[in-house]
């Protein structure tokens, strides 16, 4: 019967930890939210999605930075920023 109540509290326990991690997440969300609407959509890079060719490791980087900046933003959203990192991905040169 021990190992029934520990293996409760410990649900219990893990659900609690859970509960606190998604709000401290969401807190945080929030305040990025309203850092990023206090500086303006003017702050957010330009996102060059039309080039072809390989990108190296830096130009992969700004252009991943610019679509998350854009998703925090709010100026696109979830599903378009995955399909343009997946475009990203495709560029990506491997040696």
């Known amino acids: ?43 957010v890079p330009e996102i060059n999605l039309d080039g072809e060719g390989p990108l190296t490791a830096a130009e992969l980087m700004q252009q991943v930075e610019a679509i998350t900046r854009s998703l925090e933003a709010g100026t696109i959203t979830l599903e378009e920023f995955e399909d343009a990192k997946a475009e990203l991905m495709e560029r990506v040169s491997i040696d």
Do not use: P, Y
């Open 1 to 43: 019967m021990l190992t029934v109540m520990g293996a409760q509290r410990t649900t219990f326990d893990k659900l609690q930890r859970d509960r606190a991690k998604k709000a401290k997440q969401a807190a945080k969300r929030e305040r990025r939210q309203e850092r990023s609407s206090e500086s303006g959509a003017e702050n």
